[in-house]
């Protein structure tokens, strides 16, 4: 069954207006999140790293104004795109880390397709 | 730093061919090594993993990678394609020692022809 899963599945926004995407870790507590950008056709590109009860990590380049993070439980983590424009269309996808005994994974949510008009 | 690098951003191969699909990695320190599909519109799927231990991995659906350090590759090999498998494979690699970021490869789009 599904591990992690995100809603909404598609939004379609207009240009100036917010949209918040929500992450869910369904199987096990999760302190550390991820969040990717994917282009068309492209791989992705991880935006920021978000922490359980801590500011999120952002890559370069990723304006942390524009792309609010908030990580308030151990199983929820939200992307919040701000005044969003169309270049912020795309497919964004969170992941859920999760460290063994042995090693570490991923798990990767279905994806959230944003399209902004 | 890591990257990698997937050689053919499209492959064809017919239904029941050997499906190959490559994958070179660049790491500063001992990787750990991920092959994900993607189908359209969905998120990504583990296929299988190489952390430590054999260096030939067995994965989902019949799929399997051989880790070999000194070619410094991870390509992922199946027997016989199935029209099922025709999807976005995604290579990636991220480092065994405690950071866990994922570093993605640009992707191979397998298309099986009947």
């Known amino acids: 069954g599904a591990v992690v899963s995100q809603h909404p599945s598609r939004v379609i926004c207009k240009s100036g207006t917010s949209v918040k995407i929500e992450c869910r870790s369904l199987?096990?507590?999760?302190?550390?999140m991820f969040w990717y950008r994917q282009f068309p056709k492209q791989s992705l590109m991880l935006m920021a790293t978000?922490?359980?009860?801590?500011?999120?990590?952002?890559e370069q380049g990723v304006e942390k104004d524009k792309f609010l993070i908030n990580h308030a439980s151990l199983t929820l983590s939200t992307l919040t795109v701000t005044s969003a424009h169309p270049e912020d269309s795309s497919f964004y996808i969170c992941?859920?880390?999760?460290?063994?005994?042995?090693?570490?994974?991923?798990?990767f949510g279905p994806g959230t397709r944003l399209t902004v008009t | 730093a890591q990257s990698v690098t997937q050689l053919g951003s499209h492959v064809s191969v017919s239904e029941g061919a050997l499906v190959l699909l490559r994958c070179n990695y660049s790491?500063?320190?001992?990787?750990?090594l991920f092959w994900y599909v993607q189908y359209p519109n969905q998120g990504l799927q583990l296929l299988l993993k190489?952390?430590?231990?054999?260096?030939l991995v067995k994965g989902i659906n019949g799929f399997e990678a051989e880790f070999k350090k000194s070619e410094t590759s991870f390509h992922l090999t199946k027997p016989s394609a199935h029209m099922s498998d025709a999807a976005e494979y995604f290579c990636?690699?991220?480092?065994?020692?405690?950071?866990?970021?994922?570093?993605f490869g640009t992707g191979t789009r397998l298309t099986v022809i009947p």
């Open positions: 790491s500063s320190v001992p990787p750990y």
């Open positions: 190489y952390t430590t231990g054999a260096t």
């Open positions: 992941s859920v880390f999760r460290r063994t005994s042995s090693s570490y994974e991923q798990y």
């Open positions: 978000s922490n359980e009860g801590s500011k999120a990590t952002y």
């Open positions: 990636a690699v991220s480092e065994s020692t405690g950071a866990n970021n994922l570093f």
């Open positions: 199987d096990f507590q999760a302190t550390t």
